[in-house]
């Protein structure tokens, strides 16, 4: 028996999904406002597309308060490997997050704080 298949977004609700994930890339301000202005401004017209903004602006705002926390920790030096462990982690999950979307699906990042819903 063959798995149902899904409606696919169209290709700029797909473009606008993969962006909103990669841009944690460029720089972390880019990365906290480019989702939240895809999310403000196109949250009405595809829950697609809504998904994933708000998924990639939840875990950008978690990375960075993750890294925020790690500044004190670098006085008793674990700061600096869970630092490179961080900015590892989001390059890996932003790029599979954008697979995901460019797959027609969400991706739900781990450890991420719920702050936008």
């Known amino acids: 028996m063959e798995p149902p298949t899904l409606a696919q977004p169209p290709g ?34 595809s829950e697609y597309l809504s998904r994933n903004a708000r998924e990639a602006l939840n875990f950008h705002i978690s990375l960075i308060i993750y890294g925020l926390c790690c500044i004190p920790l670098m006085f008793i030096v674990i700061g600096i490997p869970m630092l490179f462990i961080l900015w590892f982690a989001s390059i890996i999950l932003a790029i599979v997050a954008a697979v995901k979307a460019s797959d027609g699906g969400c991706y739900h990042y781990p450890l991420t704080l719920p702050l936008v819903t």
């Open 12 to 45: 700029s609700n797909k473009i606008w999904s993969i962006l909103s994930h990669l841009s944690i890339l460029v720089t972390p301000v880019v990365g906290i406002v480019f989702p939240l202005v895809v999310f403000l401004a196109m949250r009405h017209e």
